[in-house]
């Protein structure tokens, strides 16, 4: 007889890059959402499954605990705001607009919206894109004085530098591209930045996310998908 | 036993070397171990001038192994020598500068900055440029070419010992082997990447923005192992392997079909101290295997037929 | 959607082979799956004479593949016409075989053989054999050569399209495609096995008594999709992809590059009903990918840059 | 954080070919021994954990109710016997030689000792080798005009057969060849073995072990480290 276990896979090479969701003196907690194969593996582990484990890389957020701050979350985008949120001096300041399409119940919205003003979108059909984009430009203009931290989608990313372009805020985004080494050895992670000042003529380096991010200043990258700077 | 190694002018405390474009400048890895437990570190391809590489994206996973078209970004020899190399042990570990130009005189420049530099070990010549002049086709596809490249390195490399790193993307590396050592190569290293592809059906897209990469990881152990054979049958210098390796006992094939010492690339993304562990476990796989001396084992593979 | 493609002559109700070697005669199979669910079988390398193969080991596993040096075993060409063909559902599924000789004079007289074979649908030729006169280069690594074996088969093979199966282990697989299509080939497949090596440490032995073998399954897929892309801006005679593919999914890779059709090799060994099972994923794959015809799909990567 | 399951291995390729062990109408078992990557995936399933399954392959070893059979067996070579013993029709005619060098009591033996003759033999140290050769010549001698069967390592099957030949035994074997695609079609783990007729001039063919085996009479077959027919 010929066997095969299923788990005879062509497993992936590459480690996987997630935020850290909780953080206890002995417990590290993840939140991941299956997309593919790697996270299938992750999720189909057993209790007490041995893992490789590496980082905390790059930086984080900012936390400027007197001024108004908007979180704003696509999807699995919400797993770093829950430990941002709870640890954040003033989370009274602290808002959150989150939008996704399975039910908000799948996401650990409940633990924000405990400890910061928070309401949520959920795109169902068809032009409830607009809707949603529409919502967001609101909040974006109040906040225009504060400061504003995104994280999700691509498309959901361009969208929300646009609009905090168009209203003069100071707009985070975490990128998430695909990462290799995640130690900034193998410079497939990059992203066009800007390595030092801000004038709009200065010319962008490629920066490793991993290690250099994965926060930006939206005005100091390039997104992929974005017209060229002008 | 002892574990240490000397050829082509190099003292290795070890046979391990990182792979270029794969362990940065060591620097990236100092939480993970300590670079002194290395035989060596070959740093990232090197050229004259800043180069910020190719678009992205630049890598993608494939079965056992991923391609890359990273493009060589690198910020220019004069920042490497200003802000890296005096960061890194070089006293205590051999530092390798893999260089990179797109014509021999380029090369002989690079090679003659880096002449002067105490805390070079020696110079590995990346040849993989495509040539525009003659049709695209690599320095490292083209006997002739990879001779020039060579030589003009050599002429200008003073007493550093030239290592020149081989493609496998070519019909016959020994020829390549042969032209590099009468060219007077003091070693080789092999292989480079295997030309490869990946496509997106969702997107209808390729997964690198520059179409072809290079395929890397425990995929091609057994090109690299076939190249380094042939390459071995071939020329009378020092042979450098790599390709996939991924645990002592890899490194110890590649001694077994005859390599001096050995390179450690994709493998440094399964877990950013790998290399510091295959030095560990080294001692361990050689006993095991009941390995007494790199002289007796190296090249010893029992072949009944060529 | 409609699934069947025609090119070269051929027609096929849907775009899967089985690739040489790998799957027997077919009839090793029908425990597994119905012949007839599969767009053509390609039989095992067939010769003018029995052949007994290379001496054992004949294979290796490597990781995300395998290496093999069987060396073409096979009955000959009389016994597989006699004894196998007429056991073969020919009239609902393409039979093609797959013919391997040492000169092209040889190769013609199989050509000449099969051509009047009402059960053969095309002839697919195998010039991975050494050349010993060119110094042990394989006819299919000399564009000169592939082009005299070429034009020795299509000269006997009467009204049976001739496919020729090309190596990867060049430098320039572009040239070698071109070769081939101006001395009348009406197809190609590629890619054939990558050439590799695997040793065990512990006997200090070549893993394959052949010691070099070829390298197939899913490690190759990047090396198969760039040598299909290269062949594909080369010539405008349909391609035949294979190396690596172990799922519908990677079946519309191989056709978004360009294939006409593709073969299915190594899965084969993963579980022996694997090509049935694709060829029943197929049109979900299809429809998931939002493939509406293969006319509109093949080929329809969009590359930016060359 | 980047994270690694240890699962994302590069997990081999091949199926792996076993006896059966017992079989029943409801299932099947089989009696693996941990011999390396493949075998160690197999060890470490989960209950339940999903497999791929084909076979029976090729042929079993003879059954002649009529007849002495003396079985010897190397190490993990036990495995299939013991649905041998168990199926046999007349088992007061079998008799067991069982060779190992973990205790015996991790192999299946005391379940044939219970139904046919058994002896067991501990390889424990150097020179142990010779006392069981010389046990083994001795058995073979006394089933000279029986049928014997032997499975086990390389080295042992020579020494079987080298012993069966000086004394005139009819042998079978059971060769273990590494297996691809386990249905007679790579012609990867195939062995030299007399097509027809049985002169010594005749030319071996190299035959598929998984489907025209894995069982051959020793006299067939020309095995790996055998001296040339003569
Ligand atoms: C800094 C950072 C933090 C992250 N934090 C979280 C988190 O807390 N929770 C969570 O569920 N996910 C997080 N992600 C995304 C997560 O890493 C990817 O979903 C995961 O790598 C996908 O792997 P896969 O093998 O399952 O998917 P694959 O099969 O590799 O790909 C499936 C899909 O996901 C996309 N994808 C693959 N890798 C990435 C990647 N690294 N980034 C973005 N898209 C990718 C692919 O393009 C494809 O469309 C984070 C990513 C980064 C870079
Ligand atoms: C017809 C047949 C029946 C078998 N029945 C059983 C059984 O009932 N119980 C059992 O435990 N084992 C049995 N085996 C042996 C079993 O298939 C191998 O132990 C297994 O394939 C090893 O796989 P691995 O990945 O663990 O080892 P690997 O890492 O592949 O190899 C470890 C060691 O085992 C050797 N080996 C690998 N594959 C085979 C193979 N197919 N045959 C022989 N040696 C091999 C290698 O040379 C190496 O020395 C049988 C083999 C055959 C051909
Ligand atoms: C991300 C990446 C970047 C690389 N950059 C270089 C380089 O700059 N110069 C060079 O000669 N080789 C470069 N290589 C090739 C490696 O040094 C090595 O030859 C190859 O990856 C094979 O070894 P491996 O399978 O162990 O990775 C790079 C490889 C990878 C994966
Ligand atoms: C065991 C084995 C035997 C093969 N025999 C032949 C052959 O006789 N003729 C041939 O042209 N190709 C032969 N091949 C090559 C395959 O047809 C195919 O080109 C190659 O394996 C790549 O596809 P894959 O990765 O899907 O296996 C063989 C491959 C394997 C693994
Ligand atoms: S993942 Fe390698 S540099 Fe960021
Ligand atoms: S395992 Fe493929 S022929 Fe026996």
């Given amino acids: 007889m010929m066997l095969r276990p299923r788990a005879f896979a062509l497993e992936p090479l590459w480690a996987r890059p997630f935020s850290i ?3 206890t003196p002995k417990t590290i907690s993840f939140f991941i959402q299956v997309a593919g194969r790697g996270t299938a593996v992750l999720a189909g582990l057993e209790p007490g499954a041995p893992l490789t484990v590496w980082g905390p890389l790059g930086n984080a957020f900012a936390v400027e605990p007197e001024v108004r701050t908007l979180i704003l979350a696509g999807g699995v985008g919400i797993a770093p705001f829950a430990a941002y949120a709870k640890s954040h001096p003033e989370p009274s300041r602290l808002s959150l607009v989150f939008g996704c399409r399975p039910p908000v119940a799948a996401y650990p919205y409940k633990e924000i919206a405990g400890i910061a003003a928070a309401e949520h979108f959920r ?19 109040a906040f225009r004085d504060g400061l504003i931290l995104a994280c999700g989608p691509q498309p959901f990313l361009l969208t929300v530098k646009r609009l905090a372009r168009e209203h003069g805020a100071r707009l985070q985004i975490s990128l998430e591209n695909r990462m290799a080494c995640g130690v900034g050895a193998c410079l497939g992670c990059v992203t066009k930045a800007k390595v030092a000042g801000d004038s709009p003529e200065q ?28 | 036993m002892d574990l240490s190694v000397s050829f082509a002018g190099l003292t290795l405390k070890n046979p391990l070397l990182t792979a270029s474009g794969t362990f940065g400048y ?14 060596g570190i070959v740093v990232k391809g090197t050229s004259l001038t800043p180069r910020q590489g190719n678009p992205m994206p630049r890598v993608a996973e494939t079965p056992a192994g991923m391609l890359n078209a ?4 690198n910020p220019g020899v004069e920042t490497f020598l200003t802000d890296y190399l005096p960061r890194l042990p070089w006293r205590e570990t051999a530092v390798i500068v893999n260089i990179y130009a797109c014509d021999a005189a380029e090369f002989g420049e690079l090679a003659g900055i880096l002449a002067v ?43 550093k010992p030239v290592i020149v790193k081989l493609s496998p993307n070519v019909t016959d590396i020994a020829a390549l082997a042969r032209a590099c050592e009468v ?25 690198l923005a520059n179409v072809i990469g290079g395929l890397s990881g425990p995929a ?53 101290d790998m290399s510091f562990r295959i030095a560990r476990e080294l001692p361990g796989a050689c006993a095991c295997f009941c390995v007494d001396s790199w002289e007796s084992f190296r090249g010893s593979l029992i072949v009944e037929k060529g």
């Fill in chain 1, 21 to 23: 969701y909780a953080l």
């Fill in chain 1, 123 to 141: 795109e169902r059909g068809p032009g409830d894109i607009e809707t949603f984009i529409a919502l967001l430009g609101e909040r974006i203009r």
């Fill in chain 1, 203 to 230: 010319a962008f380096a490629n920066v490793q996310v991993c290690t250099k991010g994965p926060v930006f200043w939206a005005d100091q990258i390039h997104l992929e998908g974005e017209e060229p700077w002008t």
């Fill in chain 2, 26 to 39: 060591g620097l990236e890895f100092v939480d993970y171990g300590d670079l002194r437990e290395l035989g």
């Fill in chain 2, 70 to 73: 990273i493009g060589l970004q």
């Fill in chain 2, 117 to 159: 530099e105490e805390g070079v070990a020696a110079l590995e010549v990346n040849i993989s440029c495509p040539n525009v002049k003659a049709g695209g086709i690599a320095f490292g596809q083209d006997p002739l070419m990879a001779a020039q490249v060579t030589e003009a390195v050599k002429k200008r490399a003073g007493n």
């Fill in chain 2, 183 to 207: 060219a007077g190569a003091d070693a080789l290293s092999l292989i480079n990447t295997v030309s490869g592809m990946a496509v997106d059906v969702r997107r209808r897209k390729p997964r």
């Fill in chain 2, 220 to 272: 091609i152990k057994p090109v690299a192992l076939r190249c380094l054979h042939q390459a071995r049958g071939a020329v009378k210098i020092p042979l450098i392997g790599m390709g996939g390796i991924a645990s002592a006992e890899d490194v110890l094939e590649f001694i077994l079909v005859g390599a001096h010492a050995v390179q450690i690339g994709t493998a440094n993304f399964l877990r950013p």
